[in-house]
């Protein structure tokens, strides 16, 4: 097992081969998933902010800014197709989710037998490089 006192670093690199092609097939299948399960979700909500602004006799759409507020910080998490100016907010991604769990299972918790253990770890790593400073 790795020293979790130590920060892992995260290797934004591009990996050649079958793998990395392979990896990035997996993950935009993640993300498109992901994607989708969101737009499902909002269909119903979309329907009741509107309503309920509808029904506000305001010229206000208040509901529905803050649905099209909401709708675009989670094409910032999803980042689905990689935008650059994405990653520049410092906005915690899929793409940086998965390179966290890849480096937790490619260092010591890849012999690990407890599922908890890894889970944890990467919690941690999460926290490590996103959390509030």
Same mark, same amino acid.
């Given at each position: ?20 092609? /392979? ?8 993300? %498109? ?71 937790? %299972? ?14 944890? /770890? ?12």
């Amino acid at each position: 097992m790795r020293n979790t006192d130590k920060p892992l670093i995260v290797q934004n690199k591009v990996t050649s081969g079958s793998w990395g092609k /392979t990896r990035d097939l997996l993950l935009l299948q993640v993300k %498109l998933w992901c994607d989708a399960v969101r737009d499902f979700a909002l269909m119903p909500v979309a329907l009741i902010c509107y309503i309920l602004d509808l029904k506000s006799n305001s010229e206000d759409r208040v509901y529905w800014e803050r649905l099209m507020k909401w709708g675009r910080r989670s094409d910032e998490h999803i980042n689905l197709f990689h935008h650059d100016s994405f990653e520049q907010k410092k906005t915690v991604t899929v793409d940086d989710v998965a390179d966290i769990v890849e480096d937790v %299972l490619k260092s010591g918790v890849k012999g690990s037998t407890n599922t908890q253990q890894v889970v944890e /770890t990467v919690k941690q790593q999460i926290r490590a490089r996103f959390g509030k400073e």
